[in-house]
T-cell receptor, first 120, second 116 residues
Framework: GAGVSQSPRYKVAKRGQDVALRCDPISGHVSLFWYQQALGQGPEFLTYFQNEAQLDKSGLPSDRFFAERPEGSVSTLKIQRTQQEDSAVYLC??????????????????FGPGTRLLVL | AQSVTQLGSHVSVSEGALVLLRCNYSSSVPPYLFWYVQYPNQGLQLLLKYTSAATLVKGINGFEAEFKKSETSFHLTKPSAHMSDAAEYFCAVSDQGTGTASKLTFGTGTRLQVTL
C-alpha cells in the first residue's frame, strides 16, 4: 500500500505490561512523527525522527516511553510498565522532506490509522 | 510556543446548510496552518493547508479556509453540508521551519453533525 500503516490497530494491556507499537511510513519519507491522542482531545506531539536520528523527544511523557527508527524506515514506539493514563490512540505520521518542500505534497504529514491502546 | 483554539466542540448543521468551523491560532513566528478531518477509527486526512501563499485556500470535498492575520484566524467553511461531512475536524499549526519545527500543534477538535 502507498499509505502509512500501523500495527496492531488495537492493543489491550494489563497495567505494568510492556507494549510495542509499530509504524511503517511511506517509502522514502525522511521525517517521521509520533503523536498521542487522548479520548476527546487533539493529537499531541511525542517525538520526531529525521531518517534514523531521533532529533526531538520533548513530548514523551515519561522515561517509560521509548521510540526508535534504526534503519530510517520502520519505527517502533515502546511503552514500559504501562499505566492507565497511557490509554490513548497513538498516531504515526511521515513527511517527505525536512521542511520547505517544492510542493504541497512534500510538505504534508500523512497519518496512519493509529493504534488504540487500552490499559486495564 | 504555539497554540490553537477551536471554538465549539460540537457543531450541528442541516444538510445543505453552511458549515463554519472556527479556529484561532497563536504563534510567535509566521505559521503554516492546517485543517484535518478524522472519521471514526481512521487516521487524520488533510483537508487543506495555508503556507503563506494565497490567503484563501481551497481544499478537498468543497471545503475552504481563509487566513486572516489581523484576526489570527483560519476558519473552515463549506457552502452546503453533506451527510458524509459528519466527522471530527482538527485545526493545527506548525512553524515554517525545518525538521522538528514542522511538528503539528492541534486544537481539541470540533465534531460536526449533519442532520436531515
Amino acid at each position: 500500500g502507498a499509505g502509512v500503516s500501523q500495527s496492531p490497530r488495537y492493543k489491550v494491556a494489563k497495567r505494568g505490561q510492556d507494549v510495542a507499537l509499530r509504524c511503517d511510513p511511506i517509502s522514502g519519507h525522511v521525517s517521521l512523527f509520533w503523536y498521542q491522542q487522548a479520548l476527546g482531545q487533539g493529537p499531541e506531539f511525542l517525538t520526531y525522527f529525521q531518517n534514523e536520528a531521533q532529533l526531538d523527544k520533548s513530548g514523551l511523557p515519561s522515561d517509560r516511553f521509548f521510540a526508535e527508527r534504526p534503519e530510517g524506515s520502520v519505527s517502533t514506539l515502546k511503552i514500559q510498565r504501562t499505566q492507565q493514563e497511557d490509554s490513548a490512540v497513538y498516531l504515526c505520521a511521515s513527511k517527505l522532506t525536512l521542511g520547505r518542500g517544492q510542493s504541497i505534497a512534500q510538505e504534508t504529514q500523512y497519518f496512519g490509522p493509529g493504534t488504540r491502546l487500552l490499559v486495564l | 510556543a504555539q497554540s490553537v483554539t477551536q471554538l465549539g466542540s460540537h457543531v450541528s448543521v442541516s444538510e445543505g446548510a453552511l458549515v463554519l468551523l472556527r479556529c484561532n491560532y497563536s504563534s510567535s513566528v509566521p505559521p503554516y496552518l492546517f485543517w484535518y478531518v478524522q472519521y471514526p477509527n481512521q487516521g487524520l486526512q488533510l483537508l487543506l493547508k495555508y503556507t503563506s501563499a494565497a490567503t484563501l485556500v481551497k481544499g478537498i470535498n468543497g471545503f475552504e479556509a481563509e487566513f486572516k492575520k489581523s484576526e489570527t484566524s483560519f476558519h473552515l467553511t463549506k457552502p452546503s453540508a453533506h451527510m458524509s461531512d459528519a466527522a471530527e475536524y482538527f485545526c493545527a499549526v506548525s512553524d515554517q521551519g525545518t525538521g522538528t519545527a514542522s511538528k503539528l500543534t492541534f486544537g481539541t477538535g470540533t465534531r460536526l453533525q449533519v442532520t436531515l
